[in-house]
């Protein structure tokens, strides 16, 4: 419950902040703006508006993330306001934790706004390619196309909710611009290490061995990249590939929440 209250609190700080408003309309501009940017794929523009919408959602959500977790956690033990807080019957977990959900309630409102901008995008995008070559697009061809893209919008908030838990870890012992070249590191190198560990294979074993390092201790982020895939056309299934991927998300997740609660348990606070 106190945790609930700490999220609560936070998640509104979240919404409320500058930050926010600013990247929900850059984001919102990009996802519009696209729609009408000619790919010159014959025909095939919304299999690319498609990849590029759920890597733009992805990454600014992201961006939100990890700006909150410094300001609302690293800022607040900087600025000794954190003190004040567990100065009450509030345990220095439950602050984490707190935190935690609050940031992901704060992220999950950009996101619901972003993928429902996006979805509507689908379905405006798939009538006007149609109306450019002279066709007449079908309800219920529209709607398919709308419903394949939420799997990937799912298995984007998954990836953006475990970058979010590394951020809060970080924050607790870490300035904002540490945090983000670090969590900027972990998602580029978490996509490419199953490329790094397949391209070193008949290479030099220590250069093979620090990719096979970096794909196991790292998050395997490529996971939740649907991007490709959905734009081929392909069906991700809810079962067989994003319920999975939701064990993953709570795995990795829990992992770096238990690593923040050993790095926050000594902070001198004072």
């Avoid at 056309?233 to 690593?259: D, E, H, K, Q, T």
């Amino acid at each position: 419950m106190k945790s609930l209250t700490i999220a609560v609190a936070t998640a509104k700080e979240t919404i409320r902040q500058p930050a926010f408003f600013v990247i929900a309309f850059f984001a919102a501009a990009l996802l519009v703006a696209t729609i009408f940017v000619p790919y010159f794929t014959f025909g095939e523009d919304i299999k690319m508006y498609k990849d590029t919408g759920l890597t733009t959602i992805s990454f600014f959500c992201m961006l939100l993330a990890l700006l909150t977790a410094s300001s609302t956690v690293a800022e607040e033990i900087e600025g000794k306001t954190a003190i004040t807080l567990l100065s009450k019957p509030i345990n220095r977990r439950q602050f984490i934790i707190g935190k935690f959900l609050g940031i992901e309630l704060g992220v999950l409102a950009l996101y619901v706004l972003l993928g429902a901008l996006f979805a509507a995008g689908v379905w405006y995008k798939n009538a006007y390619d149609m109306r450019e070559s002279a066709g007449a697009a079908e309800n219920a061809k529209r709607l398919a196309q709308v419903m394949q893209v939420l799997p990937g919008l799912a298995l984007g908030f998954f990836e953006v909710t475990i970058l979010t838990a590394i951020s809060v870890a970080i924050s607790t012992r870490l300035p904002m611009l540490v945090n983000l070249i670090v969590c900027i590191m972990v998602f580029f190198l978490g996509h490419l290490s199953p490329v790094l560990v397949e391209a070193t294979k008949n290479g030099q074993q220590l250069i093979h061995f620090m990719a096979q390092l970096f794909g196991w201790v790292l998050p395997p982020l490529e996971l939740f990249n649907a991007g490709p895939s959905i734009s081929t056309g392909a069906v991700i299934p809810w079962v067989g590939y994003v319920l999975p991927a939701f064990g993953c998300c709570v795995l990795y997740s829990g992992a770096a929440l238990f690593f923040a609660f050993l790095l926050f348990e000594d902070r001198d606070l004072a």
